[in-house]
C-alpha cells in the first residue's frame, strides 16, 4: 500500500486486464525497495482527457499510456503546455508520461529505445546494412521505423493493408522508406536483413499472419513485437528454418525501463527471474 510520500504511478489504456505493466514495475518497486506503487487505470476513450488532466492532483508523478490512447496522450499534454521530444511529435504517440514536480508534463515514447534496445540484446548481430522490412503503419510500427531509422537504417520496405498510412509514414520520415503493397508482402523479402512483424496480427484473439517465408534469407532476424503468444506462429516458422528470432516480451521490457528511470531516477536491471516472472503470468493467462 502507497503512503502519502510514496510516488505514484500508473497505466491507462481500455481494456487495461490484458497489460503486463504493473507485474513488471512492482518487481522493480520490490527489488529496489522503493515506496511507490503502480496501479492499472481502465479509461474508456470519453473519459481519457478529463482523467488525464486529473493525474497530478491526484498524486500521479508520471504514467504510462497504451491503447486506445497514445495519440490522444500527446494531443493533451500539448493541449495542457506539456512538452514532447521530436521524434515522439513525429511518431505522433505517447506511451510514457512525467508530470514534473515544477507542474511542467513531459510526454516520451520508449517504444523507440524499447525496439531498438531489445534488438541488440537478442540478436546482437544485427547491423543497420541491410534492408528491413517492417508489416504494419500502425503507432507501434511507426516507433519501429524510428528505431530504425535513428539507427542508420538506409532501406526500410514498409508493408501495410492501407496503403495511405504507408504515404504518411514516408512524408513524417524520409526517402529510406520504400512502399510496398500488401499483396507483394512475400516479394518484399528477398535480401532482407531483418523482418518486423509491428502489425497486431498473430496476437492472441486477432486474425493470423499469413505469410510464407519461403523467400527469407536463412540469416534474417526475425522480430514480432506481439508478446501474446510468446511464441508467436511467426517466430515458430523462423526458428523452425533455423532463422535468429526476437520476441516482443523483451521490447515491454526495455521499454518500461527508460519510463521507471524517469519516475525513480533508477535504471533498473533486466534479470532472467524478470522474464520468468513475466512469461509465468502470460501462460497463466493462456497467452502463450
Ligand atoms: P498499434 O498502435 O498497436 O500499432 P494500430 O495503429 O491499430 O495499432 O495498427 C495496427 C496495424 O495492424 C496496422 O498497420 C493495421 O493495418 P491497417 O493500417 O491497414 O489498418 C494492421 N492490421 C490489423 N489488422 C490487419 C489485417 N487483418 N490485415 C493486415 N493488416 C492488419
Given at each position: 500500500?502507497?503512503?502519502?510520500?510514496?510516488?505514484?504511478?500508473?497505466?491507462?489504456?481500455?481494456?487495461?486486464?490484458?497489460?503486463?505493466?504493473?507485474?513488471?514495475?512492482?518487481?522493480?518497486?520490490?527489488?529496489?525497495?522503493?515506496?511507490?506503487?503502480?496501479?492499472?487505470?481502465?479509461?474508456?476513450?470519453?473519459?481519457?482527457?478529463?482523467?488525464?488532466?486529473?493525474?497530478?492532483?491526484?498524486?500521479?508523478?508520471?504514467?504510462?499510456?497504451?491503447?486506445?490512447?497514445?495519440?490522444?496522450?500527446?494531443?493533451?499534454?500539448?493541449?495542457?503546455?506539456?512538452?514532447?521530444?521530436?521524434t515522439?511529435?513525429r511518431i505522433g504517440?505517447?506511451?510514457?508520461?512525467?508530470?514534473?514536480?515544477?507542474?511542467?508534463?513531459?510526454?516520451?515514447?520508449?517504444?523507440v529505445?524499447?525496439f531498438?534496445?531489445?534488438?541488440?540484446?537478442?540478436?546482437?548481430?544485427?547491423?543497420p546494412e541491410g534492408p528491413a522490412v517492417v508489416l504494419g503503419a500502425g503507432g507501434a510500427a511507426r516507433a519501429v521505423c524510428a528505431g530504425l531509422l535513428e539507427e542508420g537504417v538506409k532501406e526500410i520496405r514498409l508493408v501495410n493493408r492501407t496503403e495511405e498510412k504507408i504515404q504518411e509514414l514516408m512524408q513524417i520520415f524520409s526517402s529510406s522508406i520504400v512502399p510496398v503493397s500488401w499483396?507483394n508482402r512475400?516479394t518484399a523479402l528477398?535480401e532482407a536483413a531483418l523482418l518486423v512483424n509491428g502489425t497486431?496480427?498473430?496476437?492472441?484473439?486477432?486474425?493470423?499472419?499469413?505469410?510464407?517465408?519461403?523467400?527469407?534469407?536463412?540469416?534474417?532476424?526475425?522480430?514480432?513485437?506481439?508478446?501474446?503468444?510468446?511464441?508467436?506462429?511467426?517466430?515458430?516458422?523462423?526458428?523452425?528454418?533455423?532463422?535468429?528470432?526476437?520476441?516482443?516480451?523483451?521490447?515491454?521490457?526495455?521499454?518500461?525501463?527508460?519510463?521507471?528511470?524517469?519516475?525513480?531516477?533508477?535504471?533498473?536491471?533486466?534479470?532472467?527471474?524478470?522474464?520468468?516472472?513475466?512469461?509465468?503470468?502470460?501462460?497463466?493467462?493462456?497467452?502463450?
Open positions: 500500500m502507497a503512503t502519502e510520500k510514496s510516488v505514484h504511478v500508473g497505466v491507462l489504456g481500455w481494456p487495461i486486464t490484458h497489460s503486463c505493466s504493473p507485474l513488471l514495475h512492482r518487481f522493480w518497486l520490490k527489488q529496489y525497495g522503493i515506496d511507490g506503487d503502480y496501479v492499472a487505470l481502465a479509461v474508456a476513450p470519453e473519459a481519457f482527457s478529463q482523467t488525464f488532466a486529473e493525474l497530478p492532483e491526484r498524486g500521479f508523478s508520471g504514467v504510462n499510456i497504451t491503447v486506445p490512447h497514445k495519440q490522444t496522450a500527446l494531443e493533451a499534454i500539448m493541449t495542457m503546455g506539456g512538452t514532447a521530444s521530436g515522439t511529435r504517440a505517447v506511451n510514457t508520461v512525467i508530470f514534473h514536480s515544477d507542474g511542467t508534463i513531459e510526454g516520451r515514447n520508449t517504444d529505445t524499447g531498438v534496445e531489445n534488438l541488440k540484446e537478442q540478436a546482437p548481430q544485427w547491423s499483396k512475400e528477398a497486431s496480427l498473430g496476437m492472441a484473439g486477432h486474425l493470423p499472419l499469413e505469410l510464407s517465408l519461403e523467400r527469407l534469407p536463412a540469416t534474417t532476424i526475425v522480430y514480432d513485437i506481439v508478446y501474446a503468444p510468446l511464441e508467436t506462429p511467426l517466430l515458430r516458422a523462423a526458428q523452425t528454418r533455423g532463422n535468429p528470432v526476437v520476441d516482443g516480451l523483451g521490447m515491454l521490457i526495455h521499454q518500461a525501463r527508460p519510463a521507471f528511470e524517469a519516475w525513480f531516477g533508477i535504471s533498473p536491471e533486466i534479470s532472467e527471474e524478470l522474464r520468468a516472472v513475466l512469461e509465468a503470468d502470460l501462460r497463466e493467462r493462456g497467452a502463450t
